[in-house]
């Protein structure tokens, strides 16, 4: 498997995409463009305040980052869990590298990083970077340690349960296919490697089993309940009609509006070249569950962020670098400079408000980069102050949330 060579340029732009991305972490401040970021330091302080455990999302919640993030904005300030979450994004692309990208790593780690919805999305404090390095740590682990990479798929799903969806079928595939042990020796380690994980994991959710009465009431999925309307997942309505457009459009914005018809061409051309064999069957599983997931639940990118990273490890192992390096540069571009071929019209133009289209037609005007978009975006805090009571005054003024007795 080809390694990063250490070379001096290397070094330097990894260190320079690490410290950019400390930088717009440190400029959000509390000014989060995810309000699952509020939910989720909120959930922490109402447990600090009343001993009573309410989940972040009021379903299951994400235990761990609820407790980690929670500690590290209460005692440091909402910036440090800003950049706690990106750096945890920014190990989570490593890890992925050197576990599944048998060639152009280099350009691999280049093509994540370029991408400016994965990159700023993951600079609010918010639990998707968690799980997804623990995830693929994990995976690092398996060859090494059963029980250590257990640990960590169990701590990937106190992060985020839905994981569980990756990381099971995933270790089948590994047992049955990738590992070369007698069959009776494979099905024994798939088991250890599944009961570890299991027993571990549902801990963390011993507090959501007590806070609704041990009962399973809290998990509202269509298919399981008779209510197609939106639910706690926050998506549309549960129709096809509802759902396609904004699938098809939000895959289309996250792979890049300049990008997506050079990704959709290569992925024609060099379909028949993908064989489903040990580490590529893992990487369509886990492309084909996100985006099965994300057409019941298309509302936020951060959503379908495996699927761009393990859909870039693909072209990575499979494209020539010349047709990378375009993918970066037009990723890039897109950061100084973009376009919309939709006015989409939205049942609510409040800044604090949920958006939810109710209307598009077709477009073409020139658009300012998401760089710029960032900045733009820096005016949401009071979006969320409100309801941190005694905390809020701190939230705003980037202090420690902590209140000094």
């Known amino acids: 498997m080809e390694t990063v060579k250490k070379k001096p340029w290397v070094i330097f732009t990894a260190l320079a995409i690490f410290f950019f991305g400390i930088y ?7 000014h989060f463009s995810d309000g699952d970021s ?5 959930s922490f302080l109402t447990f600090l305040d009343t001993g009573t455990y309410f989940p972040s999302r009021g379903a299951y919640g994400h235990p761990i980052p609820e407790t980690v993030l929670g500690f590290v904005s209460y005692n440091f300030g909402v910036i440090s869990s800003n950049i706690l979450s990106f750096v945890f994004f920014y190990l989570s692309i490593f890890f992925v590298a050197n576990t599944f990208v048998e060639k152009n790593k280099f350009l691999f780690i280049l093509l994540s990083f370029s991408n400016s919805i994965l990159l700023i999305d ?3 404090t918010i639990d998707y970077p968690f799980a997804l390095l623990f995830f693929t740590v994990g995976f690092f682990f398996l060859r090494k340690s059963i029980l250590l990479s257990a640990i960590f798929f169990a701590l990937c799903i106190g ?10 079928p995933s270790l089948l595939v590994y047992f049955y296919f990738i590992d070369q042990s007698e069959i009776k020796i494979k099905i024994k380690k798939f088991l250890i490697s599944c009961i570890i994980t299991s027993s571990i994991g549902i801990i963390f959710y011993v507090p959501v089993f007590i806070a609704n009465d041990f009962s399973i009431s809290f998990i509202k999925i269509p298919f399981l309940t008779k209510d197609s309307s939106p639910g706690w997942y926050g998506g549309p309505e549960f129709s096809l009609i509802s759902l396609a457009p904004r699938f098809v459009f939000k895959i289309y914005s996250i792979l890049g509006i300049f990008s997506s018809l050079i990704i959709f061409y290569l992925l024609i051309i060099n379909f028949f070249k993908f064989k489903l064999i040990k580490n590529n069957l893992i990487i369509f599983f886990i492309i084909i569950f996100n985006l099965t997931i994300f057409f019941f639940m298309p509302t936020k990118y951060l959503l379908i962020n495996p699927f761009v990273i393990f859909l870039y ?14 993918l970066i540069f037009l990723n890039l571009l897109q950061w100084l400079i973009s376009f919309n071929l939709l006015e989409i019209k939205y049942k609510s133009e409040n800044l604090c408000e949920a958006k939810h289209a109710i209307s598009a037609k077709y477009t073409f005007e020139i658009d300012s980069g998401y760089l710029a978009k960032f900045f733009k975006s820096l005016n949401t805090a009071p979006c969320y102050e409100k309801e941190l009571g005694k905390y809020s005054e701190n939230y705003l003024n980037n202090r420690p949330l902590k209140i000094s007795k």
């Open 313 to 326: 490890v693909f072209l990575a192992n499979t494209v020539s670098k010349k047709f990378l390096r375009v």
């Open 38 to 42: 509020y939910s989720i330091i909120n």
């Open 122 to 124: 993951n600079t609010n």
């Open 24 to 30: 717009l972490s440190f400029l959000r401040g509390p």
């Open 159 to 168: 992060s985020r349960a839905n994981f569980a969806l990756f990381i099971y």
